[in-house]
């Protein structure tokens, strides 16, 4: 069952542990195969009604994330990272609120 007031957040030592001062559950993560373990063990648990992922570990989990983007639970957010961020997480944003409305209304 999922508990709407749990959030994860899973990515670099760096971009993480300060989530946990604000009582967010932190992964933090140093590879692409332990981004993809812990994010399959946290999604399956249906513990976290979001999990916030950091830009540097899209790639590597884009096939899991397609696979919650039509779900209600568990939300699937890009934050950005240490470092400049790509972008991800705009576009992202983009895309879902284009699906919703059904035009790009963030556009610049």
Partial sequence: MVHPNKIAVLGERQ???GFAAVGLAVHPVENDAQALESFKRLARSEQYAIIYVTEAYVAA???EIDRY???AAPAVIIIPGKGESQGLGLNALRQAVERAVGIDILAE
């Fill in 15 to 17: 971009s993480v542990m």
């Fill in 69 to 71: 983007k039509d779900s």
């Fill in 61 to 63: 989990l884009e096939q």
